[in-house]
């Protein structure tokens, strides 16, 4: 189990259960807090135009760029996410999905995490789409 004190955030690994490439089996959190629910972001720019056409890695670092852009918006950080959620057109990508994800989750960070194999997104242009749950611990008064 790893837990950072500042926050109440608790990334848990049961035994028995093979660890996970940068997620935890179960994460747990203190109830006082924010809760933060990141819809599912897909892999449009500021200006609603589609990054990477057919490119998985370059639609995947637009999601994650657009995933820091709503919490950063929401008073969270990337310490704070809890779970996240990929949907994928071809699970056979998820080597670069994990890729991209290290450059923007920083190490020892592992949200609980599900990734599902999907026939289509919201437009047939997406490759991946990934949402987040974040808890913002309360302000904890000091000593």
Excluded: C, K
Aim: glycine share 12%; hydrophobic share 50%.
């Amino acid at each position: 189990m790893s837990e950072d004190p500042r926050s109440g955030i608790r990334q848990v690994d049961a035994p028995g259960l093979a660890p996970g490439p940068g997620y935890s089996h179960a994460v747990s959190a203190d109830l006082l807090g924010r809760l933060v629910a990141v819809s599912g972001q897909i892999a449009l720019d500021g200006d609603g135009n589609l990054v990477g056409p057919g490119d998985l890695e370059a639609q995947t670092r637009q999601v994650f760029a657009n995933l820091e852009a709503a919490l950063t918006a929401a008073g969270a950080r990337w310490e704070h996410v809890v779970r996240l959620g990929y949907f994928l057109r071809d699970a056979g990508g998820v080597g670069v999905v994990r890729a991209v994800r290290a450059e923007f989750v920083p190490e020892g960070v592992a949200p609980a995490a599900s990734l599902v194999e999907v026939s289509r997104l919201v437009r047939d242009d997406l490759l991946v789409e990934i949402e987040a749950l974040a808890v913002v611990p309360a302000a904890r008064p000091s000593a």
